[in-house]
């Protein structure tokens, strides 16, 4: 058994974890609430426009616009990954990590895959492994529509220049503070509508229908990219709030354990001592 001392200061930096732990969960609890309304309340706006989009795409010709839309053989495919800045958040980089692997290994085996990274730890780790073809982590550093919208604007321009055939994001959705969803969502070409659940639309065009293709399609896919951002980056704080509450309570349960060994073996020292203490004075009497 350690010694007192060790079992003391084994306490003591058990307890200077719990403060550091439960003050980053407070400051993500802080930080989710800012972030968690922002999504939610662009969520509906951007579903909305995306399916406006959707529907329109369907009715272009490729002299209208249709580039966007277009659908090539896959040869060259770019996948956004995007992951933090900042680790102590459980598993919420690693499934990303691990599903981008995947999907490059399974889905786009024998194709030419790139990576644009969004995030560092996810760049940090996936750049050992596969061609990068840009790295935009200072993104979170000033998380406007206006920064997203340059990134945006380049992954448009690569498609419609046929350096990338097909672009994929992948993201932690935000649900709640303790659920995250693994998403996989295409960002060029525009999906068609689903058929299902999509409206028979007769769209009247005012001024023009190539003016609206100019207006309203680079604005939906720049909301679309936004949005898997904004998502991303409330899942962050929810799983990194998860992360130090649970390590506070186990902090909490170790400190516990370690302060009934401490009482234990106290207990038995002083034991000890009085029957030191005793067995030397019958010597004496005797």
């Known amino acids: 058994m350690a010694n007192l001392k060790e079992i003391r200061n084994r306490i003591s930096s058990i307890g200077s974890t719990m403060k550091i ?3 980053m969960k407070m400051v993500s609890a802080a930080k989710l609430k800012k972030a968690q309304d922002a999504i939610i309340q662009m969520r509906p706006y951007a579903n909305k426009l995306t399916e406006l989009l959707q529907n329109l795409s369907a009715t272009l010709d490729s002299d209208d616009g249709g580039i966007y839309t277009e659908q090539r053989e896959i040869n060259k495919v770019l996948l956004v990954a995007i992951t933090s800045n900042r680790g102590l958040c459980g598993a919420f980089n690693s499934v990303i990590i691990k599903d981008v692997k995947s999907i490059i290994e399974s889905k786009y085996s024998g194709k030419e895959v790139s990576l644009l990274t969004i995030g560092k730890k996810g760049n940090d ?12 982590s200072e993104i979170f550093d000033d998380l406007t529509f206006d920064n997203v919208a340059i990134i945006a604007e380049d992954l448009m321009l690569k498609f419609t220049q046929g350096s990338f055939d097909k672009i994929e994001i992948v993201y932690n959705q935000f649900k709640n503070a303790a659920t995250q969803i693994l998403t996989l969502e295409q960002f060029l070409p525009i999906l068609p509508p689903d058929t299902e659940n999509s409206s028979n639309t007769d769209y009247i065009f005012e001024p023009s229908k190539e003016e609206i293709v100019e207006g309203l399609i680079p604005k939906s896919l720049k909301t679309q990219l936004f949005k898997a951002i904004r998502d991303s980056y409330a899942s962050e704080h929810g799983a990194r709030m998860t992360a ?24 038995s020292a002083i034991t000890n001592e009085i029957l030191e203490i005793v067995g030397g004075a019958e010597a004496l009497n005797n």
């Open 21 to 23: 732990t439960s003050a």
């Open 125 to 136: 780790l996936l750049t050992k492994e596969f061609n990068i073809y840009d790295n935009k």
């Open 244 to 267: 130090m509450h649970k390590a506070t309570d186990n902090a909490t349960e170790l400190r516990d354990e370690l302060l009934l060994i401490y009482n234990k073996a106290r207990q």
